[in-house]
Nanobody, 118 residues
Framework: VQLQASGGGLVQAGDSLRLSCAASGRTFGWYTMGWFRQAPGKEREFVAAISWSSGRTSSGDSVKGRFTISRDKAKNTVNLEMNSLKPEDTAIYYC????????????WGQGTLVTVSS
């Protein structure tokens, strides 16, 4: 199983950016896919997650109302639409998948860097 994240880059505060994560390999039966992020010197932080079967979503308090997670089951991809970006959103964003249970994150992508300048 591989998760390939893409879409990171350098943007200005207030801009939008879309991250994508493509999953390959055995994905049948996965519970959830999601995004975490880690800023320099900080712990990894939950960003958003989506149920692979129902499409139900959840997100962290710091991104509620600004970030939207979605999935394309036909393409085995999950996307993160990020709007109204702030400098504090600067981090490496990691795609992850839970295969054994809804929040048991078994697989991780390599991460994609998002830098938001003020």
């Amino acid at each position: 199983v591989q998760l390939q994240a893409s879409g990171g880059g350098l943007v200005q505060a207030g801009d939008s950016l879309r991250l994508s994560c493509a999953a390959s390999g055995r994905t049948f039966g996965w519970y959830t896919m999601g995004w975490f992020r880690q800023a320099p010197g900080k712990e990894r932080e939950f960003v958003a997650a989506i149920s692979w079967s129902s499409g139900r979503t959840s997100s962290g308090d710091s991104v509620k109302g600004r970030f939207t997670i979605s999935r394309d089951k036909a393409k085995n991809t999950v996307n993160l639409e990020m709007n109204s970006l702030k400098p504090e959103d600067t981090a490496i964003y990691y795609c992850t998948a839970a295969a054994r249970g809804p929040s048991l994150w078994d697989y991780w992508g390599q991460g994609t860097l998002v830098t938001v300048s003020s």
